[in-house]
């Protein structure tokens, strides 16, 4: 590992301009992802700034209704919240199917959102990647590759973001506030993650420098009735092989509102926006159900070792949406 | 580069100069000869690192001990009491809730700060209602214990001793 510099600034404004002055330094909450990368050697930092103490750890709502979540609140806090817990069951169910305890604990909100893709050839430095060294090619396309991306790759990567939390938040339209050397913006989910393209070593379009200080839900009565549903390749502690986010809203078996988001297809989480095009005004049937996650896969480019992810991102929409009709229906 | 810290372990101060890159188990370990947490994997997937900062059971491996100054940590050893095990370390002796014993400080860490959550009616993945009471039936220990692995295999028992333990 790299010998690197440790500080904790005082304020928010003074770590923005040690990082941003920097080039070598990086920004450190959880470090549940960055200290094992360090460790791998895909990343290596000169300058560790601390954030965890100078972000808040606290969940707080605004006058107009707006739950704003601190980017330093643990994982486990955020699941647990009551007001999560009650208003966006999706985002609770996300964070839960995620890592495991010890991981939830330390993780933070802003850090779950930038953490890496767990592409098994990014993270070996032993394989060309793109992601982790430009212009070194994908081994990723021709190798292994369950994991891979279906929607929105490109012939430079084919890897999926590894977030359960960020796909609940992606289909709440969640607002990602974000402090940089020229002051605050507002970035929203889907936003904020990028789609590989030709510069597929940008994950997210944060310039260096720039620190999440704060994840904002909206008012969203509708998430109320909203649950994530998750496929691995074991019942616990793994990353998805597809997961949905969706949020349904049925009056007399006709969809009025729906929300959807994918996990583990693609680069960024995927907002499914035409399969919700297909289901508003719809009777909230299996038929239209699927019809809907036919329409938002057409696009979907496999191999022989993920084309497995179209039938089962189709059938866990499905199933997703039937629970939350059912529940509909049973108030 | 080197940083001058404190780390409070069960229960005692240590002022130590570190590498900033030792992590907290190495720290724990080679320079405080505090050995109950163990090196498995070293990279968050295995749980034997487990201790208790401020009481939340988090992994040791994948957190500097520059970052942990000040915070109280405690080890499984640091767990028991004036020559009594732990109510937790005692529900494993007593239901073979381990084989070759690699693991059980961590498992056991990870069960206190388990039992904790579920007491604070934290909710688990396999939680029917998000917001309903948390019953600890084996499904729910074995959801919420996913993050500590046993090679050996002692899972029924990990699970026996913490279903007791709970009681």
């Known amino acids: 590992m790299r ?10 404004s003074s770590a923005v301009a040690t990082v941003a002055g920097d080039p070598g330094a990086a920004y450190i909450g959880g470090g549940t992802n960055l200290v094992d990368h360090m460790k791998l050697g895909i990343a290596a930092p000169t300058s560790l700034v601390d954030v965890r103490g100078l972000l808040s750890d606290r969940v707080e709502e605004t006058p107009e209704g707006v739950l704003r979540v601190g980017a330093a609140v643990p994982n486990s806090d955020l699941a647990a919240h009551p007001e999560v817990r009650r208003r966006f069951p999706v985002l609770s169910q996300a964070l839960l199917s995620g890592a495991s305890g010890q991981l939830r604990n330390v993780a933070t909100t802003g850090g779950n959102l930038l953490q890496r893709t767990r592409c098994v050839y990014f993270q070996n430095r032993a394989m060309p990647c793109n992601k982790r060294e430009p212009g070194t090619g994908c081994a990723a396309v021709e190798g292994y590759g369950r994991y891979n991306a279906v929607l929105g790759t490109s012939e430079h990567c084919v890897a999926t973001h590894p977030s359960d939390m960020a796909v609940a938040l992606t289909a709440l339209g969640a607002r990602v506030r974000v402090l940089g050397p020229e002051g605050e913006r507002t970035v929203d989910l889907p936003g904020l993650h990028r789609l590989p393209g030709d510069r597929p070593e940008r994950d997210t379009v944060l310039e260096h420098g720039e620190l999440i200080t704060a994840v904002e839900l909206p008012r969203l009565p509708l998430a109320r009735r909203s649950a994530y549903r998750k496929v691995r390749d074991r019942a616990s502690y793994a990353f998805a092989l597809v997961s949905v986010a ?15 988001a994918f996990g583990g297809l693609a680069h960024a989480p995927w907002r499914a926006l035409r399969a919700e095009e297909v289901l508003r005004g719809r009777a909230a049937t299996e038929e239209s159900f699927r019809e809907a996650a036919e329409a938002e896969l057409a696009g979907a480019r496999t191999g022989p070792d993920n084309a497995f992810k179209v039938p089962l991102a189709v059938n866990t929409l499905a199933a997703t949406l039937r629970g939350l009709t059912a529940e509909e229906a049973r108030r | 580069m080197e940083a001058t810290i404190t780390l409070r372990v069960d229960g005692e101060k240590h002022e130590l100069t570190v590498d900033t890159r030792t992590t907290l188990l190495d720290a724990l370990r080679d320079r405080l000869g505090v050995t109950s947490p163990k090196k498995g994997c070293d990279h968050g997937q295995c749980g034997a690192c487990t201790v208790l900062v401020e009481g939340r059971r988090v992994l040791s491996c994948l957190t500097f001990a520059v970052a942990q100054e000040e915070a109280e940590v405690t080890t499984a050893a640091g767990l028991a009491g004036e020559g009594e095990l732990h109510p937790v370390a005692r529900a494993f002796v007593d239901n073979d809730g381990f084989q070759c014993g690699y693991c059980t400080p961590g498992q056991v860490c990870s069960a206190v700060g388990m039992l904790r959550e579920a007491a604070e009616g934290w909710p688990s993945h396999v939680s029917g209602d998000l917001e309903g009471p948390v019953r600890l039936d084996d499904e729910e220990i074995r959801e919420r214990m996913s993050g500590n692995l046993c090679r050996c295999g002692a899972y029924a028992n990990i699970v026996a001793a913490i279903r007791e333990a709970a009681e």
């Not at chain 1, 010998?3 to 928010?12: Q, S």
């Not at chain 1, 969706?246 to 959807?260: Q, S, Y």
């Open chain 1, 246 to 260: 969706a949020a349904l809203e049925v009056v007399e078996g006709t969809v009025t509102d729906v929300r959807v």
């Open chain 1, 3 to 12: 010998p690197f510099d440790y500080v904790r600034p005082a304020e928010a």
